[in-house]
């Protein structure tokens, strides 16, 4: 029943933008705190944002200052807006509720959004 559908990744140079978004659905949303997560070619799947039930959020030292976490649990949707994007950034980006500690539960991943950025 847990859906977790990412969009908005795509190819962009260093220096600019992208707006992912994840709809998720099979879950009450309004009480789960949300994070993204990120997987670059050849290295694990590394914590990059959270945001909790009421708003507080989180990040990694790598993105902090650049992208911005935000929900809305009318549409029962995350956000993760990324500025100044690098190459570094490179990675496919997924989206999971939040068990403890912003570490994912992890019982099901979605498709993800492939994020490419050029140099």
């Known amino acids: 029943q847990v859906q977790l559908v990412e969009s908005g990744g795509g190819l962009v140079q260093a220096g600019g933008s992208l707006r992912l978004s994840c709809v998720a659905s099979?879950?009450?949303?309004?009480?789960?705190?949300m994070g993204w997560y990120r997987q670059a070619p050849g290295k694990q799947r590394e914590f990059v944002a959270g945001i909790g039930r009421y708003g507080a959020t989180y990040y990694t030292d790598s993105v902090k200052g650049r992208f911005t976490i935000s929900r809305d649990n009318a549409k029962n949707t995350v956000y993760l807006q990324m500025n100044s994007l690098k190459p570094e950034d490179t990675a496919v980006y997924y989206c999971?509720?939040?068990?403890?500690?912003?570490?994912?539960?992890?019982?099901?991943w979605g498709q993800g959004t492939q994020v490419t950025v050029s140099s």
């Open positions: 099979g879950i009450t949303f309004r009480i789960n705190a």
């Open positions: 999971n509720p939040v068990a403890t500690a912003w570490v994912p539960q992890g019982d099901y």
